[in-house]
């Protein structure tokens, strides 16, 4: 049996849900072939999913930003113009190269409910929210309703979609009988081994895959072997040297070092959000100006009390006041209501259950 996982250029998220759903699906089905086909991150995923066949191929979704990380609208309305007919362009050389799979796993393209539709395969949408959702929270619009709508008539060819806590319940009410509402969808982690200072707080900062606040982080990664009271954890590539500055390898996943850590502090995206909430670790979250995904993951997290948030604007002008102030006031408040919460993380193993029942009859 083979299935062909369509995952998005967009931010490293859906790799990593998708290594997670991909592990618990091959104790289900040992014989399982996987196709992944990708392209921005197509390295980054043949190092957390080794050992399978990979496609380098643009599968149609992008997010345009500017430097500073808000919505680049020119950008946007250009590329997504021509949308439609990439979009027919890409599902008829998609069947035409016919990989033979059994079914397929989206997170989140669209074409591929078309695509597994037109062959009569199971399709399965794997995501936390929905780029029709995304675009249409935009005002004035920055992409025509004739694009949205396309994009949501193909999804509901889809035999189930996915969604884990957290998803915005206009997309739960929409989808409606489609929908299937699991657990939180996290990887089994691999601590990395390592003694920590007691007489330290230990903080890990993430900014999102693609790098989106760069500038801001290199200028936030400056001040800190200033701050002697903390143990920081930063990426290899921000190159920053200090006797209280611990340098993450490449090779190696930020992820695996959030169970260890006092406190994360990164952009408000749904995987660093779920893997912090799956270790119990408090957040410091940070938003993007515009961007509908932040608004919700920010709204739901306060409302369950388990991080607080501040702007790259505060941090990147005095990163130690931000780190004091939030210790010595709310940090204890959301370490409890981490320790105490009840959500569940074993959504990937739900989902591979339920596709296994599915495309095992």
């Given at each position: 049996m ?5 995952i998005?250029?967009?931010g490293?998220g859906?790799?990593?849900?998708q290594s997670?759903?991909?592990k ?8 399982l ?6 392209q921005?991150?197509i390295?980054d995923?043949?190092?957390i999913i080794p050992g399978i066949?990979y ?9 345009h930003?500017?430097d500073?990380g808000t919505?680049?609208?020119?950008k946007?309305e250009?590329?997504y113009k021509?949308?439609n007919?990439l979009?027919?362009?890409?599902i008829?050389?998609?069947?035409e190269?016919?990989n033979?799979v059994?079914f ?6 669209y074409e ?6 037109k062959?009569?395969i199971?399709s399965?949408?794997?995501a ?7 675009f249409s929270?935009f ?10 709508y396309k ?5 509901m ?5 996915f969604?884990?806590p957290?998803?915005p ?7 409606g009988?489609?929908?299937v509402?699991?657990p939180?969808?996290?990887?089994h982690?691999t601590?990395i081994p390592?003694?920590?200072d007691k007489?330290?707080?230990?903080v ?6 693609s790098?989106?606040n760069k500038?801001?982080m290199e200028?936030?990664?400056k001040?800190l072997?200033?701050f002697k009271?903390y ?7 921000l190159?920053?040297v200090g006797d209280?500055i611990?340098l993450?390898?490449?090779s190696?996943?930020l992820l695996d070092?959030?169970?260890s ?11 660093t959000?779920s893997?912090c ?8 979250l940070?938003?993007?100006?515009l ?5 919700e993951?920010k ?8 991080g607080s948030?501040t702007s790259?604007?505060?941090l990147?002008?005095?990163?130690e006041k931000?780190l004091d102030d939030f210790?010595e006031?709310?940090?204890?408040i959301?370490k409890?209501?981490m ?10 193993k739900v ?9 095992c009859?």
């Amino acid at each position: 049996m083979k299935t062909k996982l369509y995952i998005t250029d967009e931010g490293f998220g859906p790799l990593v849900r998708q290594s997670a759903v991909f592990k618990e699906l091959s104790f289900l089905i040992p014989s399982l072939e996987v196709l992944i086909q990708t392209q921005r991150h197509i390295e980054d995923a043949k190092r957390i999913i080794p050992g399978i066949e990979y496609q380098n191929k643009f599968n149609n979704i992008i997010w345009h930003k500017t430097d500073k990380g808000t919505p680049d609208r020119e950008k946007i309305e250009d590329y997504y113009k021509g949308y439609n007919q990439l979009s027919d362009e890409y599902i008829e050389k998609e069947l035409e190269e016919n990989n033979q799979v059994n079914f397929i796993i989206s997170d989140f393209v669209y074409e591929a409910f078309e695509i597994a539709n037109k062959i009569n395969i199971p399709s399965f949408g794997v995501a936390h929210f929905t780029w029709d959702w995304f675009f249409s929270k935009f005002y004035p619009p920055a992409i025509n309703h004739d694009v949205i709508y396309k994009m949501m008539k193909r999804a509901m060819l889809a035999d189930v979609l996915f969604f884990p806590p957290y998803t915005p319940k206009e997309i739960i009410q929409f989808y409606g009988k489609k929908v299937v509402e699991v657990p939180l969808i996290v990887r089994h982690h691999t601590p990395i081994p390592k003694k920590l200072d007691k007489n330290k707080k230990h903080v890990l900062f993430i900014d999102s895959g693609s790098g989106v606040n760069k500038i801001a982080m290199e200028n936030i990664a400056k001040q800190l072997h200033l701050f002697k009271n903390y143990q920081f954890y930063l990426p290899e590539k921000l190159n920053i040297v200090g006797d209280n500055i611990t340098l993450i390898p490449e090779s190696e996943l930020l992820l695996d070092y959030i169970s260890s850590m006092d406190l994360v502090v990164g952009r408000a995206g749904f995987n660093t959000i779920s893997e912090c909430i799956a270790c119990r670790t408090p957040m410091l979250l940070f938003g993007e100006t515009l961007n509908p995904e932040m608004r919700e993951n920010k709204l739901f997290v306060k409302e369950d009390g388990l991080g607080s948030f501040t702007s790259l604007e505060k941090l990147v002008e005095n990163t130690e006041k931000v780190l004091d102030d939030f210790f010595e006031g709310e940090y204890d408040i959301i370490k409890r209501n981490m320790i105490t919460h009840n959500y569940r993380t074993d959504g990937a193993k739900v989902i591979a259950e339920i596709i296994a029942e599915t495309v095992c009859k």
